[in-house]
């Protein structure tokens, strides 16, 4: 008779037991939050442009922990639920906080890989059509070439390719740098 009130009354996770439980982590998360917050305080540059990034990121990291650790809707509380959805909020608002307050580190840096996903498609565009062509030429010469000088003249072609690539991402980084409107002074610093 015990066993089937058990199984008809579920134990239902509570907010007090998750955070008994989980102090550890959100006391870390906490940490890592505060040193978000508080970093744009520091005087010296190179560590004000590092550490800021560092921390919202092993916040997040623990966050995502915290989250893979919360039981599924119906074995929880509705306080639980609402401690989520606020520590979602407290999340997106440090990373908000982080967005606008550290443009010199992210600016660049979202710059810079948007330069190294166009440097790869072009790579890539640049390969493919270089198969092409080899290929065709290939096929219609009366050369019989080897395997390996198939793929000297291959590993070649795509060095090239990934060469000229990088000298137009140089150039185009350089002409960025002169514009003020575009080039934080971090960015400047780089090329001059």
């Known amino acids: 008779m015990a066993e089937e009130n058990s199984k008809a009354a579920p134990t239902r996770y509570t907010l007090s037991a998750f955070i008994d439980e989980h102090s550890k982590l959100i006391t870390a998360i906490g940490l890592f939050v505060a040193l978000t917050a508080f970093s744009a305080h520091i005087d010296d540059f190179g560590v004000k442009s590092i550490l800021p990034g560092i921390t919202l990121l092993g916040a997040l990291v623990l966050t995502l922990e915290l989250f893979l650790k919360v039981p599924p809707v119906p074995e929880r509380q509705w306080r639980l639920m609402v401690f989520e959805l606020v520590l979602v909020g407290i999340l997106f608002t440090v990373g908000r906080y982080w967005f606008g307050t550290f443009k010199i580190i992210w600016v660049p840096a979202f710059v810079l890989l948007t330069l190294i996903l166009w440097l790869l498609v072009y790579c890539a565009l640049l390969v493919f059509i270089f ?8 096929q219609r010469s009366k050369w019989k070439l080897t395997q390996k000088t198939l793929q000297v003249i ?3 072609g795509m060095c090239l ?10 150039w185009t980084m350089r002409q960025l740098a002169q514009h003020q409107w575009t080039a934080p002074a971090s960015v400047k610093a780089l090329f001059h």
Do not use: E
């Not at 198969?131 to 290939?138: I, P, R």
């Not at 990934?162 to 140089?170: E, F, I, K, P, T």
């Open 131 to 138: 198969k092409k062509l080899f290929l065709a030429f290939v």
């Open 154 to 156: 291959w590993v070649s």
């Open 161 to 170: 390719c990934v060469v000229l690539a990088g000298l137009g991402v140089r």
